[in-house]
């Protein structure tokens, strides 16, 4: 009985080492296969990285590849084209051109023509403001005798210094107080007491022209920067004149063109 129960006992733990064998070589196989799959799926993750194109090189495949169906298309187009259907786009980019030429030639004639219109009116307007500027023509500013002319090369003598010396316009010998007039229009310039020639009113006129008017008694009639006509009262005839003052009353005379004294006697009616 007990011999039974022994055998019983060695074969339930020889059935028991079976087991457990089997368990651990199914285990060792399993670790097999997984170890096996993960180093595959390695190898397969490798190469499929190994064979996949970038994003980068994708899209220029891609364009590369729509520029080659471009220039495909565009050398099938023109190869499709019949010699009257290239003749007949010839003729119609000639006339395209020959009239944006004719509008261009259009335009710059017209523009010439306004340009010459401009400058004939131009022209006419400077012809009629030189119509437009007065000549002038001084009047006497007093009737009188002419007592010392004008002389800036040959020499006059003066009574009062006593020798002879240049004279830069005219004596119009005047009783004291004679009036005085504007011998031309024009602006006051000023009225001063000059050191040789005595009370004088200088008179500016147009064209660059001054009137002088000295040796006076008086200057009531007008003031400085007024604007005066000719033959208008500006003062009175008097004897104050330092360097003629041994003279007859008179008055001293200037006409100035560009501040250079000229001969009043040619200009004088």
Do not use: C
């Given at each position: 009985?007990?011999k039974?129960i022994?055998?019983?006992?060695?074969?339930?733990?020889?059935?028991?080492?079976?087991?457990?064998s089997?368990v651990v070589?199914?285990?060792?196989?399993?670790?097999?296969?997984i170890?096996?799959l993960?180093?595959?799926?390695q190898?397969?993750?490798?190469?499929?990285?190994d064979?996949?194109m970038?994003?980068?090189?994708?899209?220029?495949?891609?364009?590369d590849t729509?520029?080659?169906?471009?220039?495909?298309?565009?050398?099938?187009?023109?190869?499709?084209?019949?010699v009257?259907?290239?003749?007949e786009?010839?003729?119609?980019?000639?006339?395209q051109?020959?009239?944006?030429?004719?509008?261009s030639?259009n335009?710059?004639?017209?523009?010439s023509?306004?340009?010459?219109n401009?400058?004939?009116?131009?022209?006419?307007?400077?012809?009629?403001?030189?119509?437009e500027v007065?000549e002038?023509?001084?009047?006497?500013p007093?009737?009188?005798?002419?007592v010392r002319?004008?002389?800036?090369e040959?020499?006059?003598?003066?009574?009062?210094?006593e020798e002879?010396?240049?004279?830069n316009?005219?004596?119009i010998?005047?009783d004291?107080?004679?009036?005085?007039?504007a011998?031309?229009?024009?602006?006051?310039?000023?009225?001063?007491?000059?050191p040789?020639?005595?009370?004088?009113i200088?008179?500016?006129?147009?064209?660059?022209?001054?009137t002088v008017?000295?040796n006076?008694?008086?200057?009531?009639f007008?003031v400085?920067?007024?604007?005066?006509?000719?033959?208008q009262?500006?003062?009175?005839?008097?004897?104050?004149?330092?360097?003629e003052i041994a003279?007859?009353?008179?008055?001293h005379?200037?006409?100035?063109?560009?501040?250079?004294a000229?001969?009043?006697?040619i200009?004088?009616?």
């Amino acid at each position: 009985m007990k011999k039974d129960i022994h055998l019983k006992h060695i074969r339930e733990k020889h059935i028991n080492d079976k087991i457990i064998s089997y368990v651990v070589m199914g285990a060792i196989v399993v670790a097999i296969i997984i170890i096996s799959l993960l180093l595959y799926s390695q190898k397969i993750n490798q190469d499929v990285k190994d064979e996949t194109m970038t994003l980068d090189q994708m899209t220029d495949m891609i364009g590369d590849t729509n520029e080659y169906n471009d220039e495909t298309e565009s050398a099938s187009t023109e190869i499709g084209k019949t010699v009257e259907e290239s003749e007949e786009e010839a003729k119609q980019e000639n006339m395209q051109n020959e009239t944006v030429q004719n509008i261009s030639s259009n335009e710059s004639v017209e523009s010439s023509s306004v340009s010459a219109n401009t400058t004939q009116n131009t022209t006419s307007e400077e012809i009629e403001e030189t119509q437009e500027v007065k000549e002038l023509s001084f009047q006497r500013p007093v009737e009188g005798e002419i007592v010392r002319e004008f002389a800036q090369e040959n020499l006059v003598y003066s009574e009062t210094l006593e020798e002879w010396v240049t004279h830069n316009g005219i004596d119009i010998k005047a009783d004291k107080t004679t009036v005085v007039k504007a011998a031309e229009a024009g602006v006051v310039k000023s009225i001063k007491n000059d050191p040789r020639y005595g009370l004088t009113i200088v008179i500016e006129h147009d064209d660059t022209y001054q009137t002088v008017y000295s040796n006076l008694l008086t200057s009531e009639f007008v003031v400085e920067g007024e604007s005066v006509e000719k033959g208008q009262s500006i003062g009175t005839v008097g004897n104050s004149a330092v360097f003629e003052i041994a003279d007859e009353p008179h008055l001293h005379f200037e006409i100035l063109k560009d501040s250079i004294a000229i001969d009043p006697s040619i200009y004088i009616q």
